[in-house]
């Protein structure tokens, strides 16, 4: 029989977090972040990681594994929750995978194609491509060379485009036919996917509290903290990092601060969405606002028969 491995997705701010802390205690499994922030040290509120307490009542894994200053991609992710997932079945447990960076999970359950790596002249000629023409060339290039993986990119993502491009005129495959080739935890396992959905009304009303309770806790005085640092690109993705350097280096008020993280909060949970519904095989749970977490994680035992 495969061993399980059992995965809790969905938007932010919509309650993983509990819902997985009371799903691993019933399992007794141990939880993998999926979440591309969380493996940031000394990032504690913009990355909305669980607490000690949390942390020290269920085994966590990938969180606080690296500073701020280095670059982190998926590469990485996938060869160390593939690691973390083989540490937690010789435990003879089950691997309880939580988060929300779409393109994680993706690549984990279907593995990463082995394409030709980057080539600097190529993607010179391609960007500049884009800016003399702009992105909609590429984007419409891109949809006569391979259909399929321009339907899963935006036709705004100039980087994945370019990427996807710069595949095809190296390798004469497009990333559709490479992918295929690619073997990930579906292969392997037998993988469960639960993805938790709030009404999207009740949804921007966490979010928004979410946020107030961020900076009630001192999300200004950790990102001043960071700014000291340096910061790598993908760390600079975290969620308040550029909303609160705006106020700290006096182009707008607190309150715009605010305002401004709540609104990019709202987007970002809607491309988490968006990623998510193209993913095959997620048994969708409606959560309530009268939903215990304690209810929710019964609901998924009494589907995996466990």
Same mark, same amino acid.
Request: with cysteine; hydrophobic share 35%; net charge positive.
């Given at each position: 029989?495969?061993?399980?491995?059992?995965?809790?997705?969905?938007?932010?701010?919509?309650?993983?977090?509990?819902?997985?802390?009371?799903?691993?205690?019933?399992?007794?499994?141990?939880?993998?972040?999926?979440?591309?922030?969380?493996?940031y040290?000394?990032?504690?509120?913009?990355?909305?990681?669980?607490?000690?307490?949390?942390?020290?009542?269920?085994?966590?894994?990938? +969180?606080?594994i690296?500073?701020?200053?280095?670059?982190?991609?998926?590469?990485?992710?996938?060869?160390?929750?593939?690691?973390?997932?083989?540490? !937690?079945?010789?435990?003879?447990?089950?691997?309880?995978?939580?988060?929300?960076? @779409?393109?994680?999970?993706?690549?984990?359950?279907?593995?990463?194609?082995? @394409?030709?790596?980057?080539?600097?002249?190529?993607?010179?000629?391609?960007?500049?491509?884009?800016?003399?023409?702009?992105?909609?060339?590429?984007?419409?290039?891109?949809?006569?060379?391979?259909?399929?993986?321009?339907?899963?990119?935006?036709?705004?993502?100039?980087?994945?485009?370019?990427?996807?491009l710069?595949?095809?005129?190296?390798?004469?495959?497009?990333?559709?036919?490479l992918?295929?080739?690619?073997?990930?935890?579906?292969?392997?396992?037998?993988c469960?996917?639960?993805?938790?959905?709030?009404?999207?009304?009740?949804?921007?009303?966490? +979010?928004?509290?979410?946020?107030?309770?961020?900076?009630r806790? @001192?999300?200004?005085?950790?990102?001043?903290?960071?700014?000291?640092?340096?910061?790598?690109?993908?760390?600079?993705?975290?969620?308040?990092?550029?909303?609160?350097?705006?106020?700290?280096?006096?182009?707008?008020? *607190?309150?715009?601060?605010?305002?401004? *993280?709540?609104?990019?909060?709202?987007?970002?949970?809607?491309?988490?969405?968006?990623?998510?519904?193209?993913?095959?095989?997620?048994?969708? !749970?409606?959560?309530?606002?009268?939903d215990?977490?304690?209810?929710?994680?019964?609901?998924? !035992?009494?589907?995996?028969?466990?």
């Open positions: 029989m495969k061993k399980k491995v059992i995965c809790l997705i969905g938007p932010t701010a919509v309650g993983k977090t509990d819902v997985a802390l009371s799903l691993a205690r019933k399992l007794g499994a141990e939880i993998i972040s999926c979440d591309s922030m969380q493996v040290k000394s990032v504690k509120i913009a990355s909305a990681k669980p607490n000690r307490a949390q942390r020290r009542s269920i085994p966590h894994h990938l +969180i606080d690296i500073p701020p200053s280095q670059e982190f991609d998926v590469a990485r992710f996938c060869s160390l929750a593939r690691k973390a997932i083989s540490a !937690i079945h010789k435990k003879d447990k089950i691997p309880l995978l939580v988060g929300g960076t @779409g393109l994680y999970l993706q690549a984990l359950l279907d593995g990463l194609f082995k @394409g030709p790596g980057q080539n600097p002249d190529l993607r010179r000629k391609l960007y500049s491509q884009a800016e003399k023409y702009g992105c909609a060339y590429c984007y419409k290039r891109l949809k006569r060379l391979d259909p399929q993986a321009a339907c899963a990119i935006h036709p705004h993502d100039l980087r994945r485009i370019v990427r996807a710069e595949v095809y005129l190296l390798s004469g495959k497009t990333i559709t036919e992918k295929k080739r690619s073997h990930g935890l579906k292969d392997r396992f037998d469960y996917l639960f993805g938790l959905q709030r009404n999207r009304n009740l949804l921007y009303q966490r +979010i928004e509290k979410r946020v107030e309770s961020m900076f806790r @001192g999300l200004v005085a950790e990102m001043r903290r960071l700014k000291r640092r340096k910061v790598s690109k993908t760390a600079q993705s975290l969620l308040g990092y550029k909303e609160v350097l705006g106020f700290l280096n006096g182009r707008y008020s *607190l309150e715009e601060a605010k305002r401004l *993280l709540k609104l990019d909060t709202r987007r970002y949970a809607k491309r988490q969405l968006s990623w998510f519904r193209r993913e095959k095989g997620i048994r969708w !749970i409606e959560v309530g606002p009268e215990a977490p304690e209810a929710i994680a019964e609901s998924i !035992i009494s589907i995996l028969g466990c």
